[in-house]
């Protein structure tokens, strides 16, 4: 491998994310975080695998910087696990959501590379439909072809596909970023 070939393809791939990522889809997820906000609502993020890692991050970042009571279910290892043993892998999240009352106030960020399938993610599949049923808004960061969440997102932000072979890779990546713009825009 020629890894200053490969190294200058990746950065390539992501100057043309950035052309081709909707800007309005950014704004329109801050709007409706700083609702959130506004009301004194929770934030529920969801994610697993790297989008995982990235929801634990967020709730810092929310929580610390931009003063909205934050969670992520993939913090808590013992229930986590509890439910996946009693209920199996697929319950993790509403079962979480349902224990902390979702509600209209709240909001359910859903972090994922696919956006949740009947096949993929079933998981998040059913928190969309408990966020839906609970009246709580939901936003989303994916990629792909958005999933579900696209479907059902009151914002979502696509995170544009430029290389089949890196999609997981710069999605979880771009999620790390506009987590980050989303929360300084939401402190300034």
């Known amino acids: 491998m020629d890894i200053k070939n490969y190294i200058g393809k990746y950065l390539k791939e992501t100057e043309e994310m950035i052309r081709l990522i909707d800007t309005l889809s950014i704004a329109k997820m801050i709007e409706v ?13 969801l994610g697993v695998g790297g989008s995982a890692a990235n929801a634990s991050h967020a709730v810092n970042d929310f929580r610390k910087i ?20 009693d209920l199996g892998f697929e319950f993790i999240f509403v079962k979480w959501l349902e224990i902390s009352k979702l509600n ?20 998040l599949v059913l928190a969309m ?28 932000i696509l995170i544009p596909t430029v290389a089949k ?10 999620q790390g970023l506009l987590l980050h713009l989303i929360v300084n825009a939401l402190s300034a």
């Open 66 to 85: 931009v003063g909205i009571e934050s969670y992520t279910p993939v913090d808590n290892v013992a229930e986590l696990t509890a439910w996946t043993n």
């Open 165 to 174: 072979k890196r999609i997981t890779p710069h999605a979880e990546a771009w």
């Open 129 to 156: 439909d408990y966020a839906k049923e609970a009246g709580a808004p939901i936003v989303s960061i994916v990629s792909r072809d958005g999933g579900k969440a696209i479907k059902v997102s009151d914002a979502c």
């Open 104 to 123: 209209k106030n709240d909001c359910v960020m859903v972090l994922s590379v696919g956006g949740g399938t009947d096949t993929t993610s079933k998981n």
């Open 33 to 45: 975080l700083e609702r959130i906000k506004n009301n004194k609502g929770r934030l529920f993020i």
